[in-house]
């Protein structure tokens, strides 16, 4: 069965450092996978995916993720975080049901604190 | 219109009460979804629509819960005699490529429901 893990609940980086936010997976086949952030009351915003090709994955506002299949991580990283990046970030790979369904397997997330 | 948009985005009910959650995915998306995100966790997959047929609904936890997509746009979520367990944000997603690796699924603001 498919399942994502986000191993830590919570991250703190000061604003200007670099930040790594970390996923690992378990996949049948090819791994498609995902990195959403959620801020608060509102919808859960896509940053960026792997499909396959370059294991460096840019995205958006920054952020890119590596894909390891060695290690099975897609690590989610930024050179030098901003304060508005303090949010909810979830990592997600996808999982084909049935009628060609390719529903999201989410993992717990993880919360991202930047100080000023 | 520009994203997904969801309403109400806050419902309160009673216990036993019937409530229905609609979604407006992105102008010609075909595929739809439904999640459901309970406090601290990663949402959990509901039903997927391809078009107006529900093509994958092994998600829905029981029979109190329906969905409808009558004219393959807007879709309505359906909790019959609601229990204090589905108090969670609905969420609502949707995509133009649906079965391929390269989908990418949009989300809403998602619903709050709240059982008393």
């Known amino acids: 069965a498919q399942s994502v893990a986000q191993p830590e609940d919570q991250v703190n980086v000061a604003e200007g450092n670099p930040l790594t936010v970390k996923c690992t997976y378990s996949?049948?086949?090819?791994?498609?996978l995902f990195w959403y952030v959620q801020y608060p009351n509102r919808g859960l915003q896509f940053l960026l995916k792997?499909?396959?090709?370059d294991n460096l994955v840019k995205g958006s506002y920054g952020f890119e993720a590596e894909f390891n299949k060695s290690q099975t991580s897609f690590h989610l990283k930024k050179p030098s975080a901003l304060v508005s990046d303090s949010a909810l970030y979830f990592c997600?790979?996808?999982?084909?049901?049935?009628?060609?369904?390719?529903?999201?397997?989410w993992g717990l997330g993880t919360s991202l604190a930047v100080n000023p | 219109g520009a994203g997904v948009s969801q309403t109400p985005s806050n419902k309160v009910t009673e216990k036993g009460k019937y409530v229905e959650l609609r979604c407006d995915p992105i102008?010609?998306?075909?595929?739809l979804y439904w999640y459901r995100q309970s406090l601290g966790q990663g949402p959990e997959f509901l039903i997927y629509?391809?078009?107006?047929?529900?093509?994958?609904d092994s998600g829905l936890p029981n029979d109190r819960f329906f969905a409808v997509r009558p004219e393959g746009s807007v879709s309505t979520l359906k909790i019959q005699r609601t229990e204090r367990g589905d108090s969670a944000v609905y969420l609502c997603?949707?995509?133009?490529?649906?079965?391929?690796?390269?989908?990418?699924?949009?989300f809403g603001p998602g619903t709050r429901l709240t059982v008393l």
């Open positions: 997603a949707s995509s133009s490529q649906p079965g391929t690796s390269t989908d990418t699924q949009y």
């Open positions: 629509f391809q078009g107006t047929g529900a093509a994958d």
């Open positions: 102008s010609g998306h075909t595929a």
């Open positions: 792997y499909i396959t090709g």
């Open positions: 996949v049948s086949g090819n791994p498609y």
């Open positions: 997600a790979v996808t999982h084909r049901g049935a009628g060609n369904n390719r529903k999201l397997i």
